[in-house]
């Protein structure tokens, strides 16, 4: 049952991981360090964006307008920290 805890546990690193890397490219393409022009970063951005969209549109319904500012990805980031904390804390559970 260990195991199980540990890859969970990989999971929501890896979906951590993902939303850094899209939360950090989406800051370089709005500070045009990176265009969307070229096809690598275009597939990248694509791709991760497909790929949490999931994710960040049920949060973005039910939170509330707030202009340019994208609050989903904080809120998912958030969310995948309190669950990890939640496993932690229950890892007892799982022996």
Do not use: C, K
């Not at 546990?9 to 969307?36: C, E, G």
């Amino acid at each position: 049952m260990t195991s199980l805890l540990q890859i969970l546990l990989l999971i929501l690193d890896i979906a951590w991981f993902i939303m850094i890397v899209h939360i950090v490219m989406s800051w370089l393409i709005n500070f045009q360090v990176l265009n969307l022009r070229q096809p690598v970063v275009s597939q990248i951005w694509y791709g991760l964006e497909r790929l949490l969209q999931p994710i960040y549109d049920p949060i973005r319904r039910i939170l509330p307008a707030t202009g340019g500012l994208d609050l989903a990805p904080l809120v998912a980031l958030i969310g995948i920290y309190a669950l990890r904390i939640i496993l932690i804390n229950n890892a007892a559970a799982f022996y």
